[in-house]
């Protein structure tokens, strides 16, 4: 994503929201050098006010999990897959907050696997500005 930030226009906040501490917040936004915003809710309110759900062992450590880590490793991004801090089990979603402030996209996922493609982020940014991707 954060290589194709010039593409949704300077209107556009991007912003990672995380349940993590505030002291390993620092190593993880090294590790993965992102270039926009990160929010802390360790209390996971946000997450709450969303419907962002915690997922059952068996959908986060599922086939699809190990085939996606496999995929990373394979591609040499081994030093993205780090040990498990925190609560494994705690979903994710991306939002697309339209201008007016209601979600204008949406997609909850079902394990750490599912997660939708940067062109779909990218599509759904537009649609709510009301053009085309």
């Known amino acids: 994503m954060s290589s194709r930030l010039d593409e949704l226009g300077p209107d556009v906040v991007v912003a990672l929201l995380t349940f993590t501490t505030p002291e390993a917040l620092e190593p993880y936004q090294q590790r993965r050098r992102l270039s926009f915003d990160i929010l802390l809710d360790p209390d996971r309110a ?72 940067v062109d779909e982020i990218v599509g759904a940014v537009h649609a709510a500005r009301g053009r085309s991707s």
């Open 46 to 117: 946000t997450y709450d006010a969303y419907g962002v759900e915690r997922g059952s062992l068996r959908a986060v450590w599922g086939m699809a999990t190990i085939k996606r880590y496999a995929a990373i490793i394979k591609h040499g991004g081994a030093r993205d897959v780090q040990g498990a801090t925190e609560d494994t089990r705690q979903l994710g979603a991306d939002l697309v907050i339209a201008p007016n402030g209601t979600v204008a996209w949406a997609h909850w996922s079902t394990g750490p696997a599912d997660r939708p493609s």
